[in-house]
């Protein structure tokens, strides 16, 4: 079983930063395939970004690249996403999820577990 738990969600004027924490159990996350996903009032949730356990490779989301930035610590089992440039569109609940299967993802069904999200709103 693994829980995730994600933090650092706020209110930011646009063009502002934030950066989401996402603390995880578990005593292999630095073999999970990790991601973020983001889910604005009356749409689906959406792919944002993710990392891969392995060589720490970055993903990212066509909307988000040269202003979002993924990292993990494994020392730490906490993984980040540090949020620049920020945009009203941006305004989301942000969800944490871990694939510990083999392989990586980008869609909704490529992960085994998920936070309960975080709260982002960027006002213009």
């Known amino acids: 079983q693994v829980q995730l738990v994600e933090s650092g969600g706020g209110l930011v004027q646009a063009g502002g930063s934030l950066r989401l924490s996402c603390a995880a159990s578990?005593?292999?996350?630095?073999?999970?395939?990790m991601g973020w996903f983001r889910q604005a009032p009356g749409k689906e949730r959406g792919f944002v970004a993710a990392?891969?356990?392995?060589?720490?490779?970055?993903y990212y989301a066509d909307s988000v690249k040269g202003r979002f930035t993924i990292s993990r610590d494994n020392a730490k089992n906490t993984l980040y996403l540090q949020m620049n440039s920020l945009k009203p569109e941006d305004t989301a609940v942000y969800y944490c999820?871990?694939?510990?299967?083999?392989?990586?993802?980008?869609?909704?069904?490529?992960?085994?577990?998920w936070g309960k999200g975080t709260q982002v709103t960027v006002s213009s």
């Open positions: 999820a871990a694939r510990t299967r083999l392989g990586r993802s980008w869609t909704l069904e490529g992960y085994d577990y």
């Open positions: 990392i891969n356990w392995s060589d720490s490779t970055p």
């Open positions: 578990g005593r292999t996350f630095s073999s999970y395939h």
